[in-house]
Each structure stands twice: as C-alpha cells, then as structure tokens.
C-alpha cells in the first residue's frame, strides 16, 4: 500500500524556518516524481514545489522562490521541503503528493494526509 506521512509542521515566528520531511512507504520513491501542495484557509490548494524522480529538475511557484526548497534522499524513501524567512502568508496545511512518472507535470496519484504549518507572532 503506497503511504506519504507528512511532518515537521508547527508553530514559528516570520522570518523563522521549519523543515518538513514527507517518508514514503509500499513503492520505491525513486520512480516518483514529488511535489509539496499547500492549502490555506477558505483557499484553493496550490503548488508548492515538485521534484523529478531523479532530482534532478525542481520546479518552485514563483512567489515561493528564493525561500522554499525541495529535495529528496531516494536511499531513505524522504522528500524535505525547507522552509526559509516564513511570513504569516505562508500558514497553510502542506501536503506532500506522488505520481508515478519521472518528471512534475500532470495529475499526482498519492497524497499524504497534512501538516499545518503556523506562521504567528
């Protein structure tokens, strides 16, 4: 059974960091690309960031880029998402997603459940 557990959400001031790590279980990692997903309040849920199966390409929302980054230890089956001079903004549930193809463009199959992040002061 194809599992995502997300963690690493919380609590943090802006301009504070947190790093989320998403673990795969039941399938290699190594053949998904993977992207991070986040959905704030009374929002859409929007792209955050995607990685290719290899890592070799990532991708950023553009709002996004120079703060967040992605990466990924396919030997561990974990995806991070470092997170970087957050702003109340930021606050939202993430998600981190799987589809089975090597590179980030189309639909992902594989969600995991969420965890919030909190930007306040």
């Known amino acids: 059974q194809l599992q995502l557990v997300e963690s690493g959400g919380g609590l943090v001031q802006p301009g504070g960091s947190l790093r989320l790590s998403c673990a795969a279980s039941g399938f290699t990692l190594s053949n998904y690309a993977m992207g991070w997903f986040r959905q704030a309040p009374g929002k859409e849920r929007e792209g955050v960031s995607c990685?290719?199966?290899?890592?070799?390409?990532?991708y950023y929302a553009d709002s996004l880029k120079g703060r967040f980054t992605i990466s990924r230890d396919n030997a561990k089956n974990m995806v991070y998402l470092q997170m970087n001079s957050l702003k109340p903004e930021d606050t939202a549930v993430y998600y981190c997603a799987a589809r089975s193809t090597s590179s980030c463009s189309g639909s992902y199959q594989t969600w995991g459940q969420g965890t919030q992040v909190t930007v306040s002061s």
């Open positions: 990685i290719s199966s290899g890592g070799g390409s990532t």
